[in-house]
C-alpha cells in the first residue's frame, strides 16, 4: 500500500471519537500487520453496512430495515416515548434493558451559537407521532425527555415542553443528581445542586 493511503487511513481513523492522531497511528499499524485476519473482514463489513443502515423513518434510530427492530417490535409498549440527542443515547438505553417503549431520536438539541433551531431537529415529526397515536395504535400516554443536564440539553427539554402542552399526554424527564455508586466528593457542583433539588422523601 502506498505510504499516501497508509497516512488516508491514519486520517480517516483519527476521526473517530476517541482517537487522535497517535492513537489513529497505532490502530493503523495494529490492522496492517493483521490485513487477512482482521483489515480485509473489517473493510468488507463497513462496505456491507454502508449500503444496508438506514435511518428509521419513524423515531430516527439507525438499522438495516425500515422501520427499525426497536419500532417493528410489537412486544413494546407503544404508549411510552422516550426522547434523546442521539442514536448513541438511544443505544445507551437499551443496553440498560430498564426501558420497554419506543423512541425518537431528535437529531441533537437547540443551540444558538452551533446555529441548530427547531426546524434542525425532528420535533415537528415527536409532534405528529403523538398526535397521530391513536389513530394508528394505542395512544401515547407519556412523553419522557432523555435530554443531557446540560444547558441546550434542558433548553431543549423545556421547548418540548411547551410544544407537546395542547397534546394530551404527560410529559416527564429523567432524575438529575447524585449517580448509584457516586461519592460527594467526586461529583462537580451542577450535580449536587440538582441532586439538592431533587431530594425526595426518604
Not at 425518537?104 to 427547531?118: E, F
Request: glycine letters at 10%.
Amino acid at each position: 500500500m502506498p505510504l499516501d493511503d497508509i497516512e488516508r487511513l491514519i486520517q480517516l481513523l483519527s476521526r473517530l471519537p476517541g482517537l487522535g492522531p497517535r492513537s489513529a497511528r497505532r490502530a493503523a499499524l495494529h490492522l496492517m500487520e493483521r490485513r487477512e485476519s482482521l483489515m480485509q473482514p473489517l473493510a468488507g463489513a463497513l462496505s456491507k453496512a454502508a449500503a444496508a443502515i438506514r435511518d428509521c423513518s419513524l423515531c430516527g434510530n439507525l438499522d438495516t430495515k425500515d422501520p427499525c427492530g426497536i419500532c417493528q417490535d410489537e412486544k413494546r409498549d407503544s404508549g411510552l416515548i422516550c426522547v434523546v440527542e442521539e442514536v448513541g443515547d438511544l443505544w445507551a438505553l437499551e443496553r440498560s434493558g430498564a426501558f420497554n417503549g419506543r423512541y425518537h431520536v431528535l437529531g441533537g438539541t437547540l443551540s444558538a451559537i452551533d446555529g441548530r433551531g427547531p426546524e434542525q431537529l425532528r420535533i415537528d415529526a415527536l409532534v405528529g407521532r403523538v398526535n397521530a397515536a391513536p389513530l394508528n395504535t394505542a395512544p401515547v400516554r407519556e412523553v419522557i425527555l432523555a435530554l443531557s443536564a446540560t444547558v441546550d440539553g434542558q433548553t431543549t427539554a423545556h421547548y418540548l415542553k411547551d410544544r407537546l402542552a395542547h397534546c394530551d399526554v404527560e410529559v416527564s424527564h429523567l432524575a438529575h443528581g447524585v449517580p448509584v455508586g457516586g461519592e460527594l466528593d467526586y461529583l462537580d457542583d451542577g450535580t449536587l445542586s440538582a441532586a439538592l433539588k431533587a431530594r425526595r422523601p426518604y
